[in-house]
């Protein structure tokens, strides 16, 4: 099993700018939305419109799952195709208004928006994902050559540290 910290697994998760938020619908369906993500106090913050169906899914239920893929590739040989590692984790989403996010995920993830309601997409808002329980990871912190031993290349951390 791959030996990985809570920071470690963070420093990862700072880097990315995709993952995958698994949630339940307001009929208990469940769904999954792709979305670029800002790591800000270790929350996880990205942007939608309240007239979108990932806002009021998540209002509606906020624990949700999100698996975030790391690519993988072989130096100098970059026509070999090897699997993503991947993070995973369940997590409370919190719904703010975009004025109310932090200042850093606010910038980052709003540069060229316009803010408020602009009439035919609804107001913008800022959903914030903190992770409960742990991380469970595969291939992270592990060369793509050791990914190819399953035992080896599965890892797992706390989501918050001790």
Not at 11 to 16: A, D, H, I
Not at 38 to 61: C, G, M, P, Q, S
Not at 62 to 88: D, F, N
Request: a positive charge.
């Amino acid at each position: 099993m791959a030996n990985l910290t809570t920071d470690d697994v963070w420093r990862v998760l700072e880097k990315q700018n995709f993952m995958v938020v698994g949630m339940v619908s307001a009929r208990g369906e469940a769904r999954t939305a792709g979305v670029m993500p800002f790591t800000v106090d270790r929350t996880l913050w990205f942007t939608t419109n309240d007239d979108e169906w990932k806002a009021r899914h998540i209002a509606a239920h906020p624990a949700v799952s999100v698996t975030v893929a790391i690519p993988k590739r072989v130096p100098l040989l970059p026509w070999i195709k090897v699997p993503a590692a991947t993070i995973t984790f369940s997590g409370i989403a919190d719904i703010v208004p975009a004025e109310r996010m932090p200042n850093a995920a606010r910038q980052a993830l709003t540069k060229g928006i316009e803010l408020g309601s602009d009439g035919s997409r609804g107001t913008l808002l800022g959903i914030g994902i903190r992770p409960v329980g742990d991380f469970i990871t595969y291939g992270v912190g592990v060369s793509v050559v050791k990914m190819r031993d399953t035992e080896a290349a599965r890892g797992r951390a706390p989501s918050q540290g001790a």
